[in-house]
């Protein structure tokens, strides 16, 4: 059987949810379908590194037997022995330095999609500096898309986020990509993640505008926007995992970091939401589940998903949430990580933040409709394999 080999360039590859893409994308299980069309895929993966670790990178090549990665001295490029990861230290907001790396590669026959991590992440933060989660967020997608038109790389996945739904209309109903969006968000963050959805919606329709105006090369882009709600967990194996810088803003590398005694307690803030005990319910995805939903993606635009009566999003844009559609409270994530570390983990009541909703889950039918996807692992799965990193990298990559 053939196999076709593509080159994906993935942008912020070395952070949590990119690297852990990265183990989807080398894995051998990612190369076969089930209808025949195989693919095996390789990686160029560009970071700045500011938010991320290029050991997360080895720890890929070790995942998915690709043996030694090494990185140069002074850390601007690296790669494994056969040059399926490949690894280029460079900011996306660096249009010179990012047109470098497609230029590298086009004698090589250039990309055959992107997937678009980078960008800064921290919502409280996004508040603080504003202007710099606009200039880098939107900045490198601008960069980005720039450079892949010039280079003919017309496919590409983008990292947003359900902060784009903002405050809903009815907490209590499930989210679909229906829902309004942009109107109620309550955090910059969430704003740059609508403003590059919009700018990937007006350049995918300019096509077709240029055609009609007479320039026949303007070829169509496939476009797959994925809206992450709550990832969580880390790789089975526990050599991977997040590793946030300073003190975590998501709720359960917090509570993993109490329980391995980095830090005194979790603070649960408010209890006195209508929910069953009190306290915000969210959707809570393992983080191999949101990777693998990268793969399919990439194969649906492709037209080569593994399920059999999922479509084809050649050419098209198109937008799925990505989560389990169940929905866990702040007390049932903080219980089920105690049954997986095997004793309480210590936690305090505090009053509740400004902008935190009651409810937020996901209505995850359409991927599952239209790529194939769906979320295989359960809470469980997601405290046993965050527990499993932290106890094997109590301080994360720090000291690797």
Not at 352 to 381: F, H, Q, S
């Amino acid at each position: 059987m053939t196999v076709r080999k593509k080159r994906i360039l993935v942008t912020g590859g070395c952070g949590y949810i990119g690297s852990h893409t990265l183990v989807s994308l080398l894995d051998p299980a990612a190369s076969s379908s089930s209808h025949g069309d195989d693919v095996e895929y390789s990686v160029v993966v560009v970071d700045n590194l500011v938010n991320s670790s290029s050991e997360s990178l080895r720890r890929v090549a070790d995942i998915c037997s690709l043996g030694d990665f090494s990185i140069e001295e002074d850390g601007s490029k690296g790669s494994d022995p056969h040059g399926r990861l490949v690894f280029r230290r460079v900011d996306c907001c660096d249009g010179p330095a990012l047109r470098g790396v497609f230029e590298e590669f086009a004698p090589l026959g250039g990309f055959d999609a992107a997937v678009h991590f980078a960008g800064l992440k921290a919502v409280g933060e996004s508040k603080s500096i504003p202007l710099k989660y606009y200039e880098v967020n939107i900045g490198a997608t601008w960069t980005l898309l720039n450079l892949m038109e010039e280079f003919g790389c017309r496919s590409i996945v983008f990292s947003s986020s359900a902060t784009v739904y903002g405050i809903a209309k009815d907490e209590k109903a499930k989210l679909k990509e229906t829902d309004e969006v942009g109107a109620t968000i309550t955090n910059c963050y969430g704003r740059t993640k609508y403003m590059i959805e919009q700018i990937l919606g007006d350049f995918h329709g300019s096509h077709a505008i240029l055609r009609d105006q007479g320039k026949e090369d303007a070829q169509d882009w496939s476009v797959t926007i994925l809206r992450y709600f709550n990832p969580a967990g880390a790789h089975p194996s526990g050599k991977m995992g997040e590793d946030p810088n300073g003190v975590p803003n998501n709720l359960m590398p917090f509570v993993a970091q109490v329980a391995v005694g980095r830090r005194p307690h979790v603070t649960i803030f408010g209890n006195d939401y209508d929910t069953p005990d009190g306290t915000g319910i969210r959707d809570y995805l393992h983080v191999m589940d949101l990777a693998n939903g990268h793969v399919a993606a990439l194969r649906y635009m492709a037209g080569s998903s593994d399920d059999a009566n999922a479509r084809s999003g050649a050419g098209r844009l198109s937008v799925f949430n990505l989560g389990t559609g169940t929905g866990y409270s702040v007390i049932d994530m903080i219980n089920a990580m105690g049954k997986a570390v095997g004793k309480p983990i210590p936690n305090v009541l505090g009053p509740r933040r400004p902008g935190d909703v009651t409810i937020y889950v996901a209505n995850p039918g359409l991927a599952k409709e239209e790529m194939g996807w769906e979320a295989k692992k359960d809470l469980d799965d997601m405290c046993e394999d965050l527990w499993s990193w932290q106890t094997n990298n109590p301080n994360g990559y720090a000291y690797a």
